[in-house]
């Protein structure tokens, strides 16, 4: 089969192959053919080396597709299925964190795209209780979005829920994330503002289109809804910028609740100070676990999130290499392979 491989630890040494297509294990597993793989920050992370593998290896880890075979000892109805699928291909089992239901934070966990092989390819192999069926009313391509939609939902719930009905909520950068992040503090009952910078405006036109508020950075008070005079109750920083993470913590209400959901591998100057000044809850996340998938779909099932607008193209897995250019410009929202 055809995948896009990371080949060596070697800064950006990634190539499009053909390898063996793998056997499907004895047990508990499925074959799925992948229909589409959403590209992510992390695959870039993994391609310069800021981000740990196992090459060689298939990249990809936001992945949909149809179910073709499964273990004699799995459900044979799932063949036929479109699905998405959790990323952990697998974890200890037995340390604090997998007994807690947090497999997340499992120092042993192996990963879809980075540990084992992921979705930039024609076939995945993974455990079938990493399986989730999509709702018939989700395309399968859109539905790749599941796992970052699934992340989402951990950053935004776990250990407590940071949004709540009534919040005035503050999202800072309208990407992938970002936009999957308001469409769910909405569902939660939030007032919801999208915060981007002038090359946003495309990311911005979209968000308006979705049905949100949306504003330039730098953001004031005088910016927002007058009812929102004393700041928003939560900020939820979806860009990985230290000028949003600044602002966010300088605008935010006194007893604010403060979400850090952007990524960045460089340091960060930040008003620490307005923690103990404010007496905020500031939180995090940390890609998904069981509770949060069965959250998204919970949501997708009840078309309480979309996911089709946010997909602004697919490229076939031979021009991988334009994808990730593109990916690394910030050239619309989410781009797929779909091989």
Request: charged share 15%; proline share 7%.
């Amino acid at each position: 089969m055809r995948a896009v491989i990371k080949v060596s630890p070697d800064t950006e040494l990634v190539e499009l192959r053909d390898i063996e297509t793998p056997a499907l294990p004895p047990s508990g597993h499925a074959r799925v053919t992948v229909v589409a793989a959403g590209i992510c920050g992390t695959d870039l992370h993994i391609i310069d080396g800021s981000y740990s593998s196992r090459p060689p290896v298939a990249l990809g880890h936001e992945v949909s597709g149809i179910v073709a075979e499964v273990s004699a000892d799995v459900d044979p109805a799932w063949i036929g299925k479109p699905v998405a699928m959790e990323t952990f291909f697998s974890t200890c089992g037995v340390c604090q964190f997998c007994r807690a239901g947090q497999p997340n934070m499992c120092a042993e966990r192996v990963s879809i795209g980075s540990g084992t092989n992921g979705g930039f390819a024609e076939t995945i192999i993974v455990p079938a209780k990493n399986l989730h069926e999509l709702p018939a009313s989700v395309d399968v391509v859109a539905g790749a979005l599941s796992e970052p939609l699934a992340c989402v939902c951990q950053s935004l719930f776990s250990p407590t829920p940071a949004v709540s009905p009534g919040d005035r909520v503050l999202v800072y950068g309208p990407g992938a994330v970002g936009l999957l992040a308001a469409q769910v503090a909405r569902a939660a009952g939030a007032e919801v503002v999208i915060v981007g910078t002038a090359s946003d405006a495309t990311r911005l036109e979209l968000a308006a289109s979705l049905g949100f508020t949306t504003t330039l950075a730098p953001v004031t008070i005088d910016a927002l809804p007058a009812t929102w005079s004393l700041g928003p109750d939560v900020v939820i920083e979806c860009s990985g910028a230290g000028p949003a993470m600044r602002s966010g913590l300088e605008i935010i209400r006194k007893h604010g609740r403060f979400v850090q959901m952007g990524q960045t591998g460089d340091l960060v100057s930040v008003p620490f100070a307005q923690l103990s000044f404010k007496e905020l809850t500031v939180t995090g996340g940390f890609a998904s676990t069981p509770t949060s998938w069965a959250r998204a779909m919970t949501l997708l099932q009840n078309g309480l999130v979309d996911l089709a607008p946010l997909v602004s193209r697919s490229y076939p897995l031979e021009q991988w290499s334009d994808a990730f250019d593109a990916t690394r410009r910030g050239d619309g929202v989410k781009l797929l392979l779909v091989p």
